[in-house]
T-cell receptor
Framework: GDSVTQMEGPVTLSEEAFLTINCTYT??????LFWYVQYPGEGLQLLLK?????DKGSNKGFEATYRKETTSFHLEKGSVQVSDSAVYFC???????????FGTGTSLTVIP | NAGVTQTPKFQVLKTGQSMTLQCAQD?????MSWYRQDPGMGLRLIHY???????DQGEVPNGYNVSRSTTEDFPLRLLSAAPSQTSVYFC?????????????FGEGSRLTVL
């Protein structure tokens, strides 16, 4: 079945460091891919998305490229800030849009 | 600008008690869903609905009931709570379609079953 596997955490980085959180997926057909972010005590909110192969989603300095050949959607940011500390979830949705599948989440802490 | 509203935010139950988690959205979304979030397991889909009168099971439906009598509301019922249902519950909604839309989440309901 469809599924998402993402890098285990927690991840601790110094401010201005480079961030990569790996995400790979298994899906039939052509899913849409998402990164969601969850700040402490809040619900999830969409960070970025890509709906077809080779699309790049970007927002707030974060980027991820939909790679069909490697079934990946890795999240990157060139220079993290303390305010980026949160839990990041990779997710996919099926062609029908009726099912969303989430990874287990990666906790990021950025220290000054 | 309410979006998705969940109540209550916190609840403590004793084993065997029943309760309903409420979820309402004001965005006219056809699709609504319930997830539970547990440490190390991410988000797991409990039930979902693609419109009024239509519901379906997700990955972990046992012990939970849902109904969808209106577009706006999607309550989650625990008929006989068990300690294994201690979790944080999220309601989420989106427009139906090809799956390209984003899910909008409520702030969560933290349930403890003693």
């Amino acid at each position: 079945g469809d599924s998402v596997t993402q890098m285990e955490g927690p991840v601790t980085l110094s401010e201005e460091a480079f961030l990569t959180i790996n995400c790979t997926y298994t899906a039939t057909g052509y899913p849409s891919l998402f990164w969601y972010v969850q700040y402490p005590g809040e619900g999830l909110q969409l960070l970025l998305k890509a709906t077809k192969a080779d699309d790049k989603g970007s927002n707030k300095g974060f980027e991820a490229t939909y790679r069909k050949e490697t079934t990946s959607f890795h999240l990157e940011k060139g220079s993290v800030q303390v305010s980026d500390s949160a839990v990041y979830f990779c997710a996919l949705s099926t062609n029908t849009g009726n099912q969303f599948y989430f990874g287990t989440g990666t906790s990021l802490t950025v220290i000054p | 600008n309410a979006g998705v509203t969940q109540t209550p935010k916190f609840q403590v139950l004793k084993t065997g008690q029943s309760m309903t988690l409420q979820c309402a959205q004001d965005m006219n979304h056809e699709y609504m869903s319930w997830y539970r979030q547990d440490p190390g397991m991410g988000l797991r889909l409990i039930h979902y609905s693609v419109g009024a009168g239509i519901t379906d099971q997700g990955e972990v439906p046992n012990g939970y009931n849902v109904s969808r009598s209106t577009t706006e509301d999607f309550p989650l019922r625990l008929l006989s709570a068990a300690p294994s249902q201690t979790s944080v519950y999220f309601c989420a909604s989106t427009r139906t379609g090809r799956g390209t839309g984003e899910l909008f989440f409520g702030e969560g309901s933290r349930l403890t079953v003693l």
